[in-house]
């Protein structure tokens, strides 16, 4: 067993949070360590080998933190100082989980930091002359077409800054197992035919990855080549960049860094990522820090200053934002962040990307000023995890480079001390929602308790009223108020510095969730959604290769009704089969909403939501409990679920399966025990009360047996 984290369960879903998020973090702002301030006066005498000592200590404690703390099995860094390279390393567990250098030369998926690839290749085309930032889309793809007439309004600017009001993603079959399946970009522009926009365009940015699948289209279509092949001639040729490809590339595949996971002996299969402007790029950490030097001006023969400036550009002011000026966020052309703390406060200009995939994660920071950046990859974690690192890392080198004079101290929190409430606050009670979720926020004797927020990262606890229409966190590190925005809505918003044991730090501030007015139903409506409360709605159109059965939480789509059962996992109740989105939340909790579409055939309920089709768990058969059976794929859709009945439970299930077939088993709680097509194997225990899904071609007949261990 590979000694990652503590449970595949835990890990499984730790990587879809940190997909599902994407963002860059804030780090350790603390003085520096023991060993750095040991060795200060070595450094003194000779400055040349103790920076890369110095800054090399501090990765090496940031990699040992993240493999030990956080489920990374990989990692790698560089460093990159007026084109050369100054530091790089990392570490690696081989198939025995024992920890090994790692080559300069391993390549991983960077996911979102590919979004920087294909804004710099629009951008190449504006240098061309062949595209204007400010055009409407519909100017370059005149089959782009929406139902909804705003989106005639969009415009590149707005794909590249997140505000043009789409619905955020479409990830049905996009990151697969050693599968370069190009669906998702064939069917992009007739799937979003049929969806509405969730806000006006313009109106403010929210994390959205189509715009960037969008971007990759807009590509191909004005210079008449595919997008890796663009890639290469525009960017990775110039720069000499070998390692640097993505899925549809020919390429020693066994370069790429493994992922594990916990109870698996073997590596996984390679993770395709077919989502390629948005986040389907392999790199490595030393390639990451040329093309940042494309992103920062230094090669104006590859993309223009006047290009370069216009990404930097605090694009996220020109729309509904946060109010708070110390923040992760703050998007330019691409980037996450155009003006990244903790930097400002050494009055440095600092911007990053980060990147997630199911599997890898990857965070991207440079300082154009400076000529000056840092790339941090792993197999495993997140790119909070990744950015925290990254800067630690950094500003470790600035002060030994003698850039900074010393790293400011890290932020101290006192227990708050609670004040008298206004009276006026209470209006803000109520019932608030996000996309997937509504709550009932309660507040009581100048008190509000919170669940746990960004995936747990913020704990639950109590929040009192302290004064200034805000309220504090027990432990003295988040904050949180109301605001009633230019848009109409009322959000609650949050600022807090979050604690991450071992890497440091991350300052975020964001709106969590938008209040919601009343919306009473007719008795037969409220009646079928009564009906449907607490049943789960399983995926039948994703691919058994595809990584989402690792981390099955949007192929199982349980329907969740706030107390008066007027809303439906974040949604408004339309009528009795439809539910439409409801968040309009800028920054990154109001992305990749779905409406909720349900329709019956042959006495079996099916739901359409987030680009797939779902059936309902009244529909699924349990699976036969004899000695041998026959399942056959049906030519509607990719798999087959059925239940687990007690008979069947604690058997042990053998698969003859037909090339490319496959199955996966999960327990009572919907957590993954067995997955053919990571494990490489057919045979597996089946758990009472859990639920095994059959996936291949159309019509392939899978051979089960099962037999008493």
Same mark, same amino acid.
């Given at each position: 067993?590979?000694?990652?984290?503590?449970?595949?369960?835990?890990?499984?879903?730790?990587?879809?949070?940190?997909?599902?998020?994407?963002?860059?973090?804030?780090?350790?702002?603390?003085? !520096?360590?023991?060993?750095?301030?040991?060795?200060?006066?070595?450094?003194?005498?000779?400055?040349?080998?103790?920076?890369?000592?110095?800054?090399?200590?501090?990765?090496?404690?940031?990699?040992?933190?993240?493999?030990?703390?956080?489920?990374?099995?990989?990692?790698?860094?560089? #460093?990159?100082?007026?084109?050369?390279?100054?530091?790089?390393?990392?570490?690696?567990?081989?198939?025995?989980?024992?920890?090994?250098?790692?080559?300069?030369?391993?390549?991983?998926?960077?996911?979102?930091?590919?979004?920087?690839?294909?804004?710099?290749?629009?951008?190449?085309?504006?240098?061309?002359?062949?595209?204007?930032?400010?055009?409407?889309?519909?100017?370059?793809?005149?089959?782009?077409?929406?139902?909804?007439?705003?989106?005639?309004?969009?415009?590149?600017?707005?794909?590249?800054?997140?505000?043009?009001?789409?619905?955020?993603?479409?990830?049905?079959?996009?990151?697969?197992?050693?599968?370069?399946?190009?669906?998702?970009?064939?069917?992009?522009?007739?799937?979003?035919?049929?969806?509405?926009?969730?806000?006006?365009?313009?109106?403010?940015?929210?994390?959205?990855?189509?715009?960037?699948?969008?971007?990759?289209?807009?590509?191909?279509?004005?210079?008449?080549?595919?997008?890796?092949?663009?890639?290469?001639?525009?960017?990775?040729?110039?720069?000499?960049?070998?390692?640097?490809?993505?899925?549809?590339?020919?390429?020693?595949?066994?370069?790429?860094?493994?992922?594990?996971?916990?109870?698996?002996?073997?590596?996984?299969?390679?993770?395709?990522?077919?989502?390629?402007?948005?986040?389907?790029?392999?790199?490595?950490?030393?390639?990451?820090?040329?093309?940042?030097?494309?992103?920062?001006?230094?090669?104006?023969?590859?993309?223009?200053?006047?290009?370069?400036?216009?990404?930097?550009?605090?694009?996220?002011?020109?729309?509904?934002?946060?109010?708070?000026?110390?923040?992760?966020?703050?998007?330019?052309?691409?980037?996450?962040?155009?003006?990244?703390?903790?930097?400002?406060?050494?009055?440095?200009?600092?911007?990053?990307?980060?990147?997630?995939?199911?599997?890898?994660?990857?965070?991207?920071?440079?300082?154009?000023?400076?000529?000056?950046? #840092?790339?941090?990859?792993?197999?495993?974690?997140?790119?909070?995890?990744? &950015?925290?690192?990254?800067?630690?890392?950094?500003?470790?080198?600035?002060?030994?480079?003698?850039? #900074?004079?010393?790293?400011?101290?890290?932020? &101290?929190?006192?227990?708050?001390?609670?004040?008298?409430?206004?009276?006026?606050?209470?209006?803000?009670?109520?019932?608030?929602?996000?996309?997937?979720? &509504?709550?009932?926020?309660?507040?009581?004797?100048?008190?509000?308790?919170?669940?746990?927020?960004?995936?747990?990262?913020?704990?639950?606890?109590?929040?009192?009223?302290?004064?200034?229409?805000?309220?504090?966190?027990?432990?003295?590190?988040?904050?949180?108020?109301?605001?009633?925005?230019?848009?109409?809505?009322?959000?609650?918003?949050?600022?807090?510095?979050? %604690?991450?044991?071992?890497?440091?730090?991350?300052?975020?501030?964001?709106?969590?969730?938008?209040?919601?007015?009343?919306?009473?139903? &007719?008795?037969?409506?409220?009646?079928?959604?009564?009906?449907?409360?607490?049943?789960?709605?399983?995926?039948?159109?994703?691919?058994?290769?595809?990584?989402?059965?690792?981390?099955?939480?949007?192929?199982?789509?349980?329907?969740?009704?706030?107390?008066?059962?007027?809303?439906?996992?974040?949604?408004?109740?339309?009528?009795?089969?439809?539910?439409?989105?409801?968040?309009?939340?800028?920054?990154?909790?109001?992305?990749?909403?779905?409406?909720?579409?349900?329709?019956?055939?042959?006495?079996?309920?099916?739901?359409?939501?987030?680009?797939?089709?779902?059936?309902?768990?009244?529909?699924?058969?349990?699976?036969?409990?004899?000695?041998?059976?026959?399942?056959?794929?049906?030519?509607?859709?990719?798999?087959?679920?059925?239940?687990?009945? !007690?008979?069947?439970?604690?058997?042990?299930?053998?698969?003859?399966?037909?090339?490319?077939?496959?199955?996966?088993?999960?327990?009572?709680?919907?957590?993954?025990?067995?997955?053919?097509?990571?494990?490489?194997?057919?045979?597996? %225990?089946?758990?009472?009360?859990?639920?095994?899904?059959?996936?291949?071609?159309?019509?392939?007949?899978?051979?089960?047996?099962?037999?008493?261990?």
């Amino acid at each position: 067993m590979t000694p990652t984290t503590k449970s595949w369960k835990k890990t499984s879903a730790a990587a879809l949070a940190a997909m599902m998020l994407a963002f860059p973090a804030l780090a350790d702002q603390g003085s !520096a360590s023991a060993a750095e301030t040991s060795n200060a006066s070595a450094a003194a005498k000779a400055p040349e080998a103790s920076v890369k000592d110095q800054a090399k200590l501090t990765a090496q404690e940031m990699v040992e933190a993240l493999m030990a703390n956080y489920g990374v099995t990989g990692a790698q860094y560089a #460093i990159r100082d007026k084109g050369k390279i100054v530091l790089s390393g990392g570490m690696t567990l081989d198939d025995q989980g024992k920890k090994q250098p790692i080559s300069a030369n391993s390549m991983f998926g960077i996911g979102s930091v590919s979004k920087m690839y294909v804004t710099a290749a629009a951008m190449a085309l504006v240098d061309d002359g062949k595209v204007e930032l400010d055009q409407p889309l519909t100017t370059y793809l005149p089959d782009f077409k929406m139902a909804d007439e705003r989106y005639k309004k969009i415009t590149v600017r707005m794909l590249m800054n997140h505000s043009a009001g789409l619905y955020g993603s479409h990830y049905k079959n996009t990151i697969l197992m050693n599968d370069n399946d190009t669906q998702n970009i064939d069917s992009l522009l007739d799937n979003m035919s049929k969806e509405p926009l969730k806000s006006d365009p313009g109106e403010y940015s929210v994390y959205a990855n189509d715009g960037f699948q969008l971007l990759e289209l807009l590509v191909e279509r004005v210079s008449g080549t595919e997008y890796s092949e663009f890639l290469a001639q525009r960017f990775e040729d110039p720069l000499k960049l070998t390692s640097t490809k993505t899925p549809l590339d020919e390429f020693d595949r066994t370069r790429l860094e493994p992922v594990r996971l916990p109870g698996i002996p073997q590596a996984l299969p390679p993770e395709n990522a077919n989502i390629l402007g948005t986040g389907g790029v392999y790199s490595t950490a030393e390639e990451l820090t040329s093309f940042s030097e494309v992103l920062s001006g230094k090669h104006p023969d590859l993309l223009s200053k006047k290009s370069v400036d216009a990404m930097l550009e605090k694009e996220y002011r020109k729309g509904v934002w946060v109010p708070d000026t110390k923040n992760a966020f703050g998007y330019g052309l691409g980037w996450d962040s155009v003006d990244l703390e903790p930097f400002g406060d050494y009055n440095i200009r600092a911007a990053t990307k980060g990147g997630d995939t199911i599997m890898y994660h990857s965070a991207l920071i440079t300082l154009p000023d400076d000529d000056l950046s #840092i790339a941090f990859v792993t197999a495993g974690g997140s790119s909070v995890f990744n &950015t925290t690192a990254a800067t630690n890392v950094l500003l470790e080198y600035l002060k030994q480079t003698g850039k #900074i004079t010393n790293i400011l101290p890290e932020a &101290t929190h006192a227990k708050p001390v609670k004040q008298t409430m206004p009276e006026t606050l209470k209006k803000y009670a109520g019932l608030y929602g996000t996309v997937g979720e &509504t709550w009932e926020v309660k507040i009581e004797n100048g008190e509000i308790e919170m669940p746990a927020l960004m995936s747990a990262l913020i704990p639950a606890q109590t929040y009192v009223y302290t004064g200034n229409n805000e309220f504090t966190s027990a432990d003295g590190r988040s904050v949180l108020g109301f605001d009633e925005q230019t848009n109409g809505h009322t959000y609650m918003r949050v600022r807090s510095d979050m %604690e991450l044991p071992g890497i440091g730090s991350a300052h975020m501030a964001f709106y969590e969730v938008q209040k919601l007015d009343a919306n009473p139903l &007719t008795a037969s409506t409220a009646s079928a959604w009564k009906q449907r409360a607490g049943k789960t709605y399983y995926a039948l159109d994703e691919k058994i290769n595809s990584f989402f059965y690792i981390a099955p939480a949007v192929l199982m789509k349980k329907i969740a009704l706030d107390a008066e059962g007027q809303y439906a996992n974040g949604t408004r109740i339309v009528d009795a089969d439809h539910a439409v989105n409801v968040a309009e939340i800028p920054v990154m909790n109001g992305r990749d909403a779905f409406d909720l579409t349900f329709s019956r055939q042959n006495g079996a309920e099916y739901l359409q939501a987030d680009g797939r089709t779902y059936v309902s768990e009244d529909a699924i058969s349990p699976i036969y409990a004899g000695k041998s059976a026959v399942v056959t794929i049906p030519a509607s859709g990719s798999v087959r679920w059925f239940k687990i009945p !007690a008979q069947a439970s604690g058997k042990k299930l053998t698969a003859e399966l037909p090339q490319g077939a496959g199955f996966a088993v999960y327990d009572k709680n919907g957590a993954p025990v067995h997955l053919s097509t990571a494990m490489r194997t057919n045979a597996a %225990e089946l758990p009472e009360g859990g639920m095994i899904v059959f996936g291949g071609k159309a019509g392939d007949a899978v051979k089960v047996k099962l037999e008493a261990k």
